[in-house]
């Protein structure tokens, strides 16, 4: 099993495929065990892939301590440092795009082209829907509050015209087949604290490299008004619109192709 000893903590990740360099930063909750994952996406197809199960999550290491996103930062770094990389291209997608910005800001050479994937910059920009204030719904009850918010078409109307796919959104959004793992539950909230205090609006004038805002239009957690303001926020930075809520990626067949052209335009890394 690929292990990471990181400043003492333990990381899992996993690389595949060739090409440039990608560094793929996943979203809340993200574990590795869960399929597909994005191994089986066309990003492997195209780069040298690489990502990791962040700390707290999956087959990382879990202490019960604050997290900070300076933290997770800092982490991404020293696995790219542990992997003798210098560099690389990155996606950050949801909260992953919150530590994407931060790393990009903290380690700003390690960052060649960037892709914030429906994420939110925090502060006076627009934080990402608050998470930690559902923390205590779980299951179908957790699924449900949240589909209408992934994806704003998919309203009670949606629901009651579309039984099936209903049913199914609430099974896929209730599986948990890890929930009772030691330090799972601990590990998620210490994620969702840092989470909560996410804010790199006043300094994302300071990134500088090439970065594409990709985005949802029907995104009720990653608000579309909060993609505008981040992409005036950031010189040079592009704002690509997507027909899909927050999993864009999964539901427009356009946007691994237009996320793939641009991490590739430029020098190669």
Not at 44 to 61: I, N, S
Not at 163 to 180: K, L
């Amino acid at each position: 099993m690929p292990i990471a000893t990181l400043n003492d903590l333990h990381f899992y990740f996993e690389r595949a495929g060739s090409g440039r360099r990608l560094l793929y930063i996943s979203g809340t909750g993200g574990d590795l065990r869960f399929q597909p994952n994005m191994f089986a996406s066309p990003l492997a197809k195209a780069f040298d892939l690489l990502t990791y199960d962040q700390r707290g999550l999956g087959r990382t290491d879990k202490p019960d301590a604050p997290y900070s996103m300076a933290q997770y930062a800092d982490d991404a770094a020293d696995l790219m440092h542990h992997l003798d990389w210098d560099d690389a291209v990155v996606i950050g997608v949801s909260f992953g795009g919150m530590v994407a910005q931060e790393l990009a800001l903290r380690h700003p050479a390690k960052v060649k082209r960037l892709v914030l994937a429906c994420t939110s910059p925090g502060g006076a920009g627009g934080a990402s829907f608050a998470f930690h204030d559902i923390e205590h719904l779980t299951g179908e009850a957790r699924a449900k509050h949240l589909i209408p918010i992934s994806d704003t078409r998919r309203d009670a109307a949606w629901a009651a015209a579309h039984p099936q796919d209903y049913a199914t959104f609430v099974a896929m959004g209730s599986a948990d087949p890890f929930a009772g793992e030691p330090g799972r539950a601990q590990g998620a909230r210490r994620q969702l604290e840092a989470r909560a205090g996410h804010d790199t609006w006043d300094r994302l004038p300071q990134i500088t490299c090439p970065v594409l805002i990709a985005a949802g239009r029907y995104d009720g957690i990653a608000l579309p008004s909060t993609q505008d303001k981040m992409a005036a926020r950031m010189p040079g930075a592009k704002l690509q619109w997507f027909e899909g809520g927050h999993m864009f990626m999964i539901q427009d067949r356009a946007a691994y192709p237009a996320i793939i052209a641009f991490l590739n335009a430029g020098d190669a890394a």
